[in-house]
């Protein structure tokens, strides 16, 4: 069973701190990787996107991706109390019968407090 | 209208009612999703279509129907249900469904079976 693994959290941390979320997954043959977030109420909306081992950064967030131990990380610099919401990690495969299906941890709840 | 769009925002429906979710992208895509997010549960996915065809069912009750007319709409009909079917059904899009290609979310339907 394929399976994306994030930490459920509550995660909090004060304004300005940097906050890092984690995820791991367990297909090998896992290509891509995504990071949403969804406001309470809302639905999950893109914030990131990472295919290659190494560093992708965009504005205050930063994605890490290592291949080799099935782990890709979220880091949220200079974190604002708006940050607050939960993230959501998901993969998908690359081609094949894949079909683009995306396979969603749980999500880890981010809190930034004043 | 932007992005993507679904109709209606909440549907309270009885186990008897039949009832239909529409959803409609705007972003030139060929790909359309159906996703259930349930309480405590990871965003599950349920059904793909790629240029009209569908290209994924995850194992989905036959009282979930869903219909992709062309490209830009997808429809999810409903009859029967059990209240364990109350969730947030979600809709996505993506340029297709054969690559690694970002997802995109609509605002989702709050369904409430009674």
């Known amino acids: 069973q394929k399976e994306v693994e994030q930490n459920s959290g509550p995660l909090s941390v004060p304004e300005g701190a940097i906050a890092s979320l984690n995820c791991t997954y367990s297909?090998?043959?896992?290509?891509?990787f995504f990071w949403y977030r969804q406001y309470s109420g809302k639905s999950p909306e893109l914030i990131m996107s990472?295919?290659?081992?190494g560093d992708k950064e965009d504005g205050r967030f930063t994605a890490q991706l290592n291949k080799a131990s099935q782990y890709v990380s979220l880091l949220i610099r200079d974190s604002q109390p708006s940050d607050s919401a939960t993230y959501l990690c998901a993969d998908q495969l690359a081609g094949g019968t894949s079909y683009g299906k995306l396979t969603f941890g749980q999500g880890t709840i981010l809190t930034v407090h004043p | 209208e932007t992005g993507v769009t679904q109709t209606p925002r909440h549907l309270v429906m009885g186990m008897t009612n039949k009832k239909s979710l529409k959803c409609e992208q705007h972003?030139?895509?060929?790909?359309m999703y159906w996703y259930k997010q349930s309480a405590k549960k990871p965003l599950e996915l349920m059904f793909v279509?790629?240029?009209?065809?569908?290209?994924e069912n995850n194992s989905v009750p036959s009282r979930f129907s869903p219909e992709c007319p062309n490209s830009s709409h997808l429809f999810l009909h409903l009859h029967t249900l059990q209240p364990e079917d109350s969730a947030l059904y979600l809709c996505a899009s993506s340029q297709d469904a054969t690559g690694t290609y970002e997802q995109y979310f609509g605002p989702g339907t709050r369904l409430t079976v009674t």
């Open positions: 990472i295919y290659s081992n």
């Open positions: 279509y790629n240029f009209k065809e569908q290209t």
């Open positions: 972003l030139g895509h060929n790909a």
């Open positions: 297909d090998r043959v896992s290509q891509s």
